[in-house]
């Protein structure tokens, strides 16, 4: 029996079988949960409800995270089918391509900025005040992603990297307020792993490239990697763990300085 038996999760922001978000979903079916899933627009319908139906769930909703009415209706139907569940994963973030380019200045327009935290932060904060009532009375855990670029700058991460600060701040504002209701809200903070989101961003290859040679273990992270410790994460084995971003990024984060290898001279 997995440690997440008896336990169900809302996935939000599965794209297609790169992402992270499935990545996620796939431990923690292995560890028994039930599952449920929304998806962003009708052409991401035709891509989720497979995987969906991939790990035993019928349970697939449209979702505009910019939407209070569609939040509303997720949460409704989750209250007539379950009547309460156990774990929201947020994995949802955007901002316009034209943003992920060139200089962050000239980049960032008022618009951008706007749309960046409404799709990428505020909507935790949207989707934890719907999902709160459904985990009362249980060991509640909600689940969100952010990147280094919340605390350091990187290239053509640009508005991005504002956006994910202010979604860790989230994190931390969620934890203290709904941690007497017994609900867990913590991050992790990935690796760059080649997804449909991180593909907007500016030179990934060279960021993959990079990491893959500096970090401690020398490769790049994985969806496996995330989802391990996502299920646990969401588990009553991190019971004592809230308000907390976890780095799940080949300790790249904790490297001050590197040198050129050999081959480079």
Request: contains cysteine; neutral net charge.
């Amino acid at each position: 029996m997995g440690f997440l038996a008896g336990k169900r999760a809302l996935i939000v922001g599965v794209a297609n079988e790169r992402s992270i978000a499935w990545g996620i979903a796939q431990a923690m079916h292995r560890e028994g949960a039930e599952l449920a899933f929304t998806y962003g627009g009708e052409k991401l319908r035709e891509r989720v409800e497979p995987l969906a139906a991939s790990v035993g769930s019928t349970r697939v909703m449209p979702l505009d995270v910019t939407s209070d009415e569609q939040i509303e209706a997720v949460f409704a139907a989750l209250a007539r089918d379950w009547g309460h569940f156990d774990i929201l994963v947020h994995a949802v973030a955007f901002a316009p391509r034209e943003a992920l380019a060139g200089g962050f200045t000239a980049s960032t327009s008022r618009e951008a900025f706007a749309i960046a935290h409404d799709v990428s932060s505020y909507s935790l904060t949207a989707l934890a005040r719907g999902a709160a009532p459904l985990m009362q009375g249980r060991a509640g855990a909600i689940l969100t992603l952010s990147y280094l670029g919340a605390v350091r700058a990187i290239p053509s991460y640009n508005v991005m990297g504002l956006a994910k600060a202010s979604l860790e701040a989230n994190v931390r504002f969620l934890a203290a307020d709904l941690g007497p209701q017994g609900i867990r809200v913590n991050g992790i903070s990935a690796g760059p792993i080649k997804t449909l989101a991180s593909a907007g961003v500016a030179g990934l290859r060279k960021m993959l490239a990079r990491v893959a040679q500096i970090s401690p273990i020398r490769r790049n992270v994985t969806q496996e990697d995330v989802g391990n410790t996502a299920a646990f994460l969401c588990s009553d084995l991190s019971a004592g763990i809230t308000g907390e971003i976890i780095y799940v990024d080949g300790g790249f984060s904790t490297i001050g300085m590197s040198f050129p290898t050999e081959s480079e001279g």
